[in-house]
């Protein structure tokens, strides 16, 4: 996981100033994120994936597809659901 938050960032041409700017943290906490000195939080996580436009999956390597899912509509969940 950490490996493709870094990726990611470099492949953007970032520095990890400037994601942590974007995640409203410092420069060392998001460099924590990325070498695993820290738990990259959940809200975190689903800031970077829409961020990067990828699933939350893929930063955490359950799958290499990139792409990020779908995204439901939730006036029409109960209508699929019936």
């Given at each position: 996981m950490y490996q493709r938050i870094r990726?990611?960032?470099e492949d953007a041409d970032l520095l990890q100033k400037d994601?942590?700017?974007l995640l409203h943290c410092s420069q060392v906490?998001?460099?924590h994120y990325e070498t695993?000195?820290?738990d990259i939080p959940t809200e975190v996580l689903i800031q970077l994936s829409r961020f990067?436009?990828?699933s939350?999956?893929?930063l955490l390597?359950?799958?290499?597809?990139?792409e990020?899912?779908?995204?439901i509509i939730h006036n029409n969940i109960a209508g699929a659901l019936k």
């Open positions: 990726d990611l960032r994601i942590a700017r906490c998001y460099s695993g000195k820290r990067y436009d990828t939350v999956d893929y390597g359950e799958t290499d597809t990139k990020p899912y779908p995204k």
